[in-house]
């Protein structure tokens, strides 16, 4: 029998609100050691709310955030960026500064939260950038690049500090089958080298059905399906087959939960 070992990432009941307008009602998941887990869902349901709160820049209204066996949720900011030291993120517009170079940008996070010395930050920018296919663009500034070049720094700057968790918001957005291709590739190499556990939030559900492990799928402020692709290929929930076989954005009418 296999020991049972705690997830990377879980979170219990959490709700969370803005203005009023219900986000989130209740809301668990968890996110096992070393997978993929894609989350999917109409346009405004909390896919990359659930991101934020999974990386502490939103906190819930209640609930708990567990991240690699500690509760996030009450941290203060400082204890906050120990915990983001082994988190990246990819940003849904790469989010680079546009002042720095793509070896400043990659090296960003590095040269905030380390004291690494700066021959070893250069092999840093260096490797990084020959893993997502960029090698010797370090002193290239971000004006210069494709949308999907920029996809790349952004997961290289993600990836510099070696971290055990890689969040990403669409990152095929906006690209062509190609490019989105090389990305859905880049996801499953990072996994593969670094053993990093990732959370991707996603409309293609081609990516979807290419990278993940697990799919998990909100609708109607909650998480209504959680399966591997075959399953969510078979599924007999009406509101997961209306959006995986491909009508953007929208859903099946269902009739909104009583609000207590």
């Known amino acids: 029998m296999e020991p049972v070992t705690e997830p990377m990432l879980e979170l219990k009941n959490v709700s969370m609100s803005f203005q009023d307008r219900r986000i989130l009602d209740d809301v668990s998941l968890q996110v096992q050691r070393g997978e993929i887990l894609v989350i999917i869902g109409p346009?405004?349901?909390?896919?990359?709310?659930?991101l934020r709160l999974m990386i502490g820049l939103l906190k819930p209204d209640s609930g708990q955030i567990w991240v690699d066996g500690r509760e996030i949720s009450h941290l203060d900011e400082d204890d906050l960026n120990q915990i983001r030291r082994n988190m990246g993120m990819v940003f849904q517009y790469s989010a680079l500064f546009d002042s720095m170079t793509v070896g400043e940008n990659v090296a960003f996070g590095?040269?905030?939260?380390?004291?690494?010395?700066?021959?070893?930050?250069?092999?840093?920018?260096?490797?990084?950038?020959?893993?997502?296919?960029?090698?010797?663009?370090?002193?290239?500034?971000?004006?210069?690049?494709?949308?999907?070049?920029?996809?790349?720094?952004?997961?290289?700057?993600?990836?510099?500090?070696?971290?055990?968790?890689v969040l990403y918001d669409e990152p095929t957005s906006?690209?062509?089958?190609?490019?989105?291709?090389?990305?859905?590739?880049?996801?499953?190499?990072?996994?593969?080298?670094?053993?990093?556990?990732?959370?991707?939030?996603?409309?293609?559900?081609?990516?979807?059905?290419?990278?993940?492990?697990?799919?998990?799928?909100?609708?109607d402020e909650r998480i209504i399906e959680v399966g591997t692709p075959a399953e969510f290929r078979q599924s007999d929930n009406p509101v997961v087959q209306q959006f995986i076989s491909g009508v953007k954005n929208t859903c099946v009418p269902v009739q909104r939960r009583a609000r207590e």
Do not use: C, W
């Open 43 to 50: 346009s405004g349901s909390g896919k990359s709310t659930l």
């Open 110 to 165: 590095i040269r905030q939260h380390t004291k690494m010395p700066e021959e070893e930050i250069l092999r840093v920018i260096r490797r990084t950038l020959r893993m997502v296919g960029l090698m010797g663009r370090e002193n290239a500034m971000p004006s210069e690049l494709s949308g999907g070049m920029k996809k790349r720094v952004s997961l290289a700057r993600a990836i510099a500090l070696n971290p055990k968790i």
């Open 174 to 219: 906006g690209l062509d089958p190609v490019m989105s291709a090389t990305i859905n590739r880049l996801i499953m190499s990072t996994r593969r080298i670094m053993g990093v556990t990732a959370v991707v939030v996603t409309h293609d559900m081609e990516s979807a059905f290419t990278i993940a492990d697990r799919i998990a799928m909100i609708y």
